[in-house]
């Protein structure tokens, strides 16, 4: 199964929440599982560079791909049970061709207008890319929203944005939170860091929400809670 991580809006945490879903189909999924890097930027790379020099974690293998690398992609799709593609935020080949072969294509967003405007435009993508792969299962995701519950209108306005597309979007969002960053930073994922916190659970609830969404299940996330129940 492939899981496309992608966008065209750098800054939303796309490499981060590669790599995280990585590690759960990894760790909790007990999976094999390679990493596609198709960020110039290597950020990814990078982290499993960091990831593989220490012997206490279960190594992720990570290659880098650039450009038209549909064939490429189905054909490691063969010898994994998950391809997880960190696509960089830009609309380019390496997007697309991922696109064109995914089962699961997941697309962050910060709840601010400049990540908002990308919207009709990956509709298009996605639209486009639909014609050669008419099963994909695609939504985008809320990512790094504030806190505070008095701003919890932004992240409602910005799911009502990316509905008004007739793009599905995820219920469950990631938080704003340093915990992210510092698990990257040591090659980690926030479910090795703090496998019972508030980050970990987030990470949980996104992967789990959107491969039920494939299989046609009502996940946890879909009934009505609160945004700010466990921030």
């Not at 999924?29 to 960020?39: E, G, R």
């Not at 593989?52 to 054909?75: A, D, H, T, V």
């Not at 930073?185 to 789990?208: C, H, P, T």
Request: charged share 25%.
């Amino acid at each position: 199964m492939m899981i496309l991580v992608g966008g065209e809006k750098g800054g939303s945490g796309k490499s981060c929440l590669a790599q995280n879903i990585a590690v759960y189909l990894r760790c909790e999924k007990k999976a094999s599982v390679l990493m596609v890097d198709c960020d110039p930027q290597r950020t990814t790379s990078d982290w499993a560079q960091e990831r593989s020099s220490n012997e206490e974690l279960p190594s992720i293998n990570c290659i880098q791909l650039y450009g038209k690398i549909r064939n490429e992609l189905l054909s490691l799709k063969e010898h994994y049970d998950y391809v997880v593609i960190d696509c960089g935020g830009q609309d380019n080949l390496a997007l697309r061709s991922s696109m064109a072969v995914a089962d699961h294509i997941l697309i962050p967003l910060r709840p601010k207008r400049r990540d908002l405007k990308t919207v009709p435009h990956m509709e298009d993508i996605l639209s486009t890319c639909k014609m050669v792969n008419p099963r994909m299962n695609a939504a985008f995701v809320i990512t790094q929203c504030p806190s505070l519950p008095s701003l919890a209108s932004r992240i409602l306005e910005a799911k009502e944005v990316c509905r008004s597309f007739e793009v599905p979007v995820l219920n469950s969002v990631t938080f704003s939170r340093n915990m992210y960053d510092d698990s990257e930073e040591s090659g980690r994922s926030v479910l090795e860091s703090e496998a019972d916190g508030k980050a970990a659970v987030e990470i949980r609830s996104i992967i789990e929400e959107l491969l039920a969404r494939r299989k046609g299940e009502q996940h946890e996330s879909d009934k009505p809670v609160s945004l700010y129940a466990a921030s």
